[in-house]
């Protein structure tokens, strides 16, 4: 599978060449739902999610937007909010029940 660069989903980038700390800080003061994905596992729209730690994917669902974490190891962390299907909400939720009912 060819996997695409996470810029390629669209959106805006909402915090740049940052920490993972201070992505989760902001997903959890935008976000009323939000959960933790672990580094360089999920693949989400054909995109591997690749970060440095555990970082938070939240939800704006009312706007229909996700803020979706990455890193680019020479560039530190960045957060990006792209427009969402109620799929792409449920993707996160099944993931993260999934991982949970695994543990």
């Not at 440095?52 to 190891?73: A, C, D, N, Q, W």
Request: proline share 5%.
């Amino acid at each position: 599978m060819v996997f695409r660069c996470v810029k390629n989903m669209g959106g805006e980038f909402i915090l740049m060449d940052t920490t993972p700390e201070q992505v989760n800080e902001y997903v959890r003061k935008h976000c009323r739902e939000y959960y933790e994905i672990p580094p360089d596992v999920v693949i989400f729209r054909d995109t591997r999610i690749i970060l440095e730690s555990p970082m938070l994917v939240g939800f704006k669902v009312k706007k229909g937007k996700i803020l979706v974490p990455f890193t680019k190891r020479c560039m530190g962390s960045f957060l990006v909010e792209i427009d969402a299907a109620e799929e792409d909400f449920e993707f996160f939720r099944n993931w993260s029940e999934e991982k949970q009912n695994s543990d």
